[in-house]
């Protein structure tokens, strides 16, 4: 799971440099997704330890970072649609789906490593 964690970090990145280069280099909260990706980076490589209590360790860390990634993203989406919406202006689609995406990727981040720490529970069992 740690390599898939290091694969949604790249991803991260990436959605985090062209949404700061594709507004023109100047709106510095594009590269929020890019710092959750650092972060998820990070603890993916740390996860890679021979030692399974650390390798759990970073593993939960790395799946909250992605629910906080989500639910942030997700809400953050909703709010600023809806503030735009409210105000008669259109929302800024660069910035709506940088954060849309964002929330996708952490939400299927989430999904997987929740089914993996079943999958390795289930088979600590047998």
């Known amino acids: 799971m740690a390599k898939v964690t ?7 990145v990436a959605l985090g440099m ?9 709106h510095y909260t594009a590269l929020i997704p890019a710092w959750i990706g650092l972060a998820l980076g990070v603890f993916g490589v740390l996860a ?3 030692s399974e209590g650390r390798r759990k360790l970073f ?7 992605g629910l906080l990634g989500f ?18 202006v259109n929302p800024n689609m ?4 940088s954060k849309l995406t964002m929330a ?3 939400l299927i981040y989430v999904n997987l490593c929740v089914r993996s720490f079943i999958e390795a529970r289930r088979s600590r069992k047998v």
């Open 48 to 50: 890679m330890s021979p």
């Open 18 to 26: 062209i949404g700061f280069f594709g507004t023109g280099g100047t």
């Open 59 to 65: 593993m939960h860390i790395n799946v909250t970072i």
């Open 71 to 88: 639910l942030g993203a997700a809400y953050s989406a909703l709010h600023g649609y809806g503030l735009a919406r409210s105000e008669g």
């Open 94 to 97: 660069m910035a709506l789906g």
């Open 104 to 106: 996708a990727l952490m």
């Open 6 to 12: 290091l694969v949604f970090a790249l991803l991260l």
